[in-house]
Each structure stands twice: as C-alpha cells, then as structure tokens.
C-alpha cells in the first residue's frame, strides 16, 4: 500500500463461513503475535511498537492480494492499544491477513456498518426506514440522544398484564431489516436507570416468528412497584408458542431473572444462534442454552411497561451488532513476522512457501 512503511502477516486456516468477523488487538509495544481464546472466539494479537500512530489512524487491513478489508476500530483505545474487528472476506478458505501501519498521515477508515452483518448506532432522531420497520408504537417515548443508545423514556399503558412483545399489546417496537444467516450472534449493552418508586418496565432484544411471537427475549426490567426492583431477564420458548403476556401463558416459556447490580448498569448481553441451538450470554456468564423449536424470522428491539404505572427513567440499549458465528472460527497458524513493502522475504506458513515482495 502505498504511504506506508510496514505490514505484519497473519496465516489462517478456513472457518465454514465465507464471511466472517475477526477479533484483533494492535498493541504499541514490542512482543510476539499470539491467539487468545475467550468466549468461544479466537482474538489475534498484533505487536507494532511505536510504529503506528497512537490514534491508530493509519492500521489498515488488506488480504494476501492487497484487497482492502472492511473494519472498526472500537472507540476504547489508549496510546497502548486497539481493539479492532475486521470484515475477512472468503474465509471459507486459508488465507493470509495483512495488517498495515506507519504512515503518519493517514486517518481512520473505521466503518461499524461495512464490518458486521448490521449494526446500529442509534444517532438522534427517528431510527432508519431502510433498516428498522415500525411495528407498533403505543404511549411509550421512544428517544434517542445522539450517545449511541436507544434510550425509552416516560409513558404509561392501561390494564395489568406483563408485557414483551405482542402487535395488539400498547409499547414500542422496531424490528431489523437484516437476513439472518443460519448461524450468527446478536451482541448489544443493556441498561436500565430508575430513581423513583412506582415505575416499571422493561426492554431489551428478541428474536421472533413471522407471527411475532417470541423465541428468545432479553433484556433487563424492573418489576417493584413500590421499591426498585432491577433485574436482567430471559424468555424463551419451551412448547408450543403463545405470546408472552400474563401469567397464565408463562407455562409455554422458560423465565429467568437476575438480580441487577445496581439501580442504574450497563451490562453486555449475547445471544447466540447456532442451526437450531440458541445460547444466551449475559455480562459475560452463559445463562441459557436451548433448542428452538420455531425458525427465527426476525430480530426485534421491544419495550413495554406493567399496568398503569410509569415507564422507568430509561431502558438502554446500545451498541447493537450482528456478526457471523462459527463453532469453528479461523485459527491464526503463523503471525509475522513484520515486512517492508519493496523488499524480499521468504515467509514460511506451515507447509507452504511464499514469497512476499
């Protein structure tokens, strides 16, 4: 590439999914490319020195070809290290990623929608009609700030029945325009804040029928009417599906709450499709696994409230992704070692030879 004075290869082998979202970490220090395992993913480990800018401005991601790879640079970074996550094209075959840097003047080409399978930011204003369909809006303030979270303020519904998701239900619901593929997993940041009694809600992600009814919800709520009561929930189906309103239907699901940390949390959520297998991660534990019965036909942001309470002061939901998932991801089979465009090197990867000018 042309502007820049390094590149660092990384060899993979082939995963079952043509596209696929790597995990990587750039570190400005000296050490050796290794792969760590968490969370049933593989994150690779670049080591660069002071060789890249410490806004990371000038890491770009190419493939053995020099074809430019989409990705994003999560927004936590220090002068130490980066987060990214690049778009690998074609990875249902080996192949060599090439990480770039050492170009003073470059800026970042970070791009959240280019890297994963959707995404979304929640900018202020009304969510996207090319992305997100409306399905039933209700008493409750949908509003949205500008920092990135789906923030459901205020309003009330009348009767005294649970609420998720349901067209004839009163609340606020958007579902995604994105094609699931048969295996992926949705990630988001959940958080609920109430500093008052006698406020309720609830609200988080779902995956539904084309009927809307729920297969898996989670999400976080508060069910105290009289003391704030925070917990982080999971619905999903065990029999034959009804929708999820009132107790006398709750035999047709499995319910799980936990207890929140605090009145107002963030935590991360995960919910994870693999063919008919379904896994729920919150803050980082497992808490479900099951076999889902129905096929997904949507993916849906759901709020509600109970009764004719209040709604709380906010339900969160931030950071909404979908990435593609492998029960086999790539698996990094040699890292470096680092290169200078123009030169000649004879880099071993595995068993075969290639030659790098």
Same mark, same amino acid.
């Given at each position: 590439?042309?502007?820049?004075?390094?590149?660092?290869?990384?060899?993979?082998?082939?995963?079952?999914?043509?596209?696929?979202?790597?995990?990587?970490?750039?570190?400005?220090?000296?050490? *050796?490319?290794?792969? $760590?395992?968490?969370?049933?993913?593989?994150?690779?480990?670049?080591?660069?020195?002071?060789?890249?800018?410490?806004?990371?401005?000038?890491?770009?991601?190419?493939?053995?070809?020099?074809? !430019?790879?989409?990705?994003?640079?999560?927004?936590?970074?220090?002068?130490?290290? !980066?987060?990214?996550?690049?778009?690998?094209?074609?990875?249902?075959?080996?192949?060599?990623?090439?990480?770039?840097?050492?170009?003073?003047?470059?800026?970042?080409?970070?791009?959240?929608?280019?890297?994963?399978?959707?995404?979304?930011?929640?900018?202020?204003?009304?969510?996207?009609?090319?992305?997100?369909?409306?399905?039933?809006?209700?008493?409750?303030?949908?509003?949205?700030?500008?920092?990135?979270?789906?923030?459901?303020?205020?309003?009330?519904?009348?009767?005294?029945?649970?609420?998720?998701?349901?067209?004839?239900?009163?609340?606020?619901?958007?579902?995604?325009?994105?094609?699931?593929?048969?295996?992926?997993?949705? $990630?988001? *940041?959940?958080?609920?804040?109430?500093?008052?009694?006698?406020?309720?809600?609830?609200?988080?992600?779902?995956?539904?029928?084309?009927?809307?009814?729920?297969?898996?919800?989670?999400?976080?709520?508060?069910?105290?009417?009289?003391?704030?009561?925070?917990?982080?929930?999971?619905?999903? $189906?065990?029999?034959?599906?009804?929708?999820?309103?009132?107790?006398?239907?709750?035999?047709?699901?499995?319910?799980?709450?936990?207890?929140?940390?605090?009145?107002? *949390?963030?935590?991360?959520?995960?919910?994870?499709?693999?063919?008919?297998?379904?896994?729920?991660?919150?803050?980082? $534990?497992?808490?479900?696994?099951?076999?889902?019965?129905?096929?997904?036909?949507?993916?849906?942001?759901?709020?509600?409230?109970?009764?004719?309470?209040?709604?709380?002061?906010?339900?969160?939901?931030?950071?909404?992704?979908?990435?593609?998932?492998?029960?086999?991801?790539? !698996?990094?089979?040699?890292?470096?070692?680092?290169?200078?465009?123009?030169?000649?090197?004879?880099?071993?990867?595995?068993? !075969?030879?290639?030659?790098?000018?």
């Amino acid at each position: 590439m042309q502007g820049y004075t390094y590149f660092f290869p990384i060899a993979y082998s082939a995963t079952d999914q043509v596209t696929y979202q790597q995990d990587m970490v750039i570190h400005r220090s000296e050490g *050796e490319g290794h792969q $760590e395992e968490r969370s049933g993913l593989k994150i690779w480990h670049v080591y660069v020195g002071n060789r890249c800018k410490s806004d990371y401005g000038d890491i770009r991601f190419t493939n053995a070809s020099g074809n !430019a790879l989409a990705y994003y640079l999560w927004p936590d970074y220090d002068a130490e290290s !980066a987060r990214f996550c690049v778009r690998l094209e074609g990875a249902d075959a080996a192949g060599v990623l090439q990480v770039w840097y050492g170009n003073p003047t470059a800026t970042t080409t970070s791009d959240k929608a280019a890297t994963f399978l959707f995404s979304e930011e929640f900018p202020t204003g009304a969510l996207n009609t090319d992305r997100w369909t409306e399905d039933a809006v209700g008493s409750i303030t949908d509003t949205r700030t500008g920092d990135g979270m789906n923030k459901i303020t205020g309003g009330t519904v009348s009767g005294s029945s649970y609420w998720i998701y349901d067209t004839s239900d009163t609340g606020n619901q958007h579902h995604a325009k994105v094609a699931l593929p048969a295996s992926y997993t949705i $990630e988001w *940041e959940n958080s609920l804040s109430n500093t008052a009694a006698n406020m309720m809600g609830q609200g988080g992600v779902a995956l539904l029928t084309s009927a809307n009814k729920i297969i898996v919800y989670a999400g976080h709520g508060d069910w105290n009417g009289t003391a704030f009561n925070s917990v982080r929930e999971i619905v999903h $189906e065990t029999g034959s599906l009804a929708r999820y309103n009132g107790y006398t239907q709750r035999s047709s699901f499995t319910y799980t709450t936990q207890k929140a940390a605090a009145n107002s *949390e963030t935590v991360p959520y995960r919910i994870r499709v693999h063919d008919n297998n379904v896994a729920v991660t919150i803050n980082n $534990e497992l808490a479900v696994t099951f076999t889902k019965a129905t096929a997904v036909a949507k993916m849906a942001i759901v709020v509600g409230t109970y009764g004719s309470y209040p709604f709380v002061d906010h339900i969160g939901i931030s950071n909404l992704r979908v990435r593609a998932y492998s029960a086999t991801p790539p !698996a990094a089979t040699a890292f470096g070692p680092e290169q200078v465009p123009g030169t000649l090197h004879h880099v071993v990867f595995g068993s !075969a030879n290639m030659m790098v000018i």
